[in-house]
Structures are given as C-alpha cells and as structure tokens.
C-alpha cells in the first residue's frame, strides 16, 4: 500500500507564494506518475500539474502554467508545487495524486494512490 500526505498549505495574499509538499510512504518502489490537482468550493476537481519520476519532463493546466512548477525528490520519495504569483481562483483544496507506472497524466482516473489535501487559501 502507498500513502501519500502533503503539507505547506495556507493562507496567502495574492501576488504572493506557497510550496506544497507530498511525501509518498509504503511500497512506493515503482510509483511514476505524480501529479496535483485541487478542488474549489462548489467544482470539480481539476488538474494542475504532472510529472513522470522517470521522464522528469512535467505538464501544466493552462490556468497555472508560468506561474506553477512540479518537481520531485528522491530522499524520501516526494514532489513539489511551486506556485507563485498566486491569485484568488487558485484557492481550492490541493491534492497529491500518484501510481504506478504510466505517465504525467492530466486524467485523475489514471491515479490510483490520493493524499487527503492541503487547503491553500489566497486573500485579497
């Protein structure tokens, strides 16, 4: 089994930053698709941005890309979500994602492992 937790969430001006963080626990030999997708109060949940532990080579929604960048660690197995130049839109309920295999998929059905979110609020 995989457990996936994420941290650095909060409350942020917009224009300002934030770095959330997901720490994968458990058999995660073999995880490769890492993902982040966030929720709005009254949406669904969409996605945000990919990236493949073995490619390396990320992928962005459009409504983030410029201002967001994953990456990925290895000591312990985790990533990351830059997001700067924050805005109010992006406030929403963030979640890890991961699986085996595959690719950075923007799909949320491709992801069999979930975190159970980081609330990042932006003000004005």
């Known amino acids: 089994q995989v457990q996936l937790v994420e941290s650095g969430g909060g409350l942020v001006q917009a224009g300002g930053s934030l770095r959330l963080s997901c720490s994968a626990s458990?058999?995660?030999?073999?995880?490769?698709?890492m993902g982040w997708f966030r929720q709005a109060p009254g949406k669904e949940r969409e996605f945000v941005a990919a990236?493949?532990?073995?490619?390396?080579?990320?992928v962005y929604a459009d409504s983030v890309k410029g201002r967001f960048a994953i990456s990925r660690s290895s000591a312990p197995k985790s990533w990351y979500l830059q997001m700067n130049s924050l805005k109010l839109e992006d406030t929403a309920l963030y979640y890890c994602?991961?699986?085996?295999?595959?690719?950075?998929?923007?799909?949320?059905?491709?992801?069999?492992?979930w975190g159970q979110g980081t609330q990042v609020t932006v003000s004005s």
């Open positions: 458990g058999r995660t030999f073999g995880l490769d698709a």
């Open positions: 994602a991961s699986d085996l295999g595959g690719s950075a998929s923007r799909d949320e059905t491709r992801y069999r492992y």
């Open positions: 990236i493949s532990w073995t490619v390396g080579i990320p």
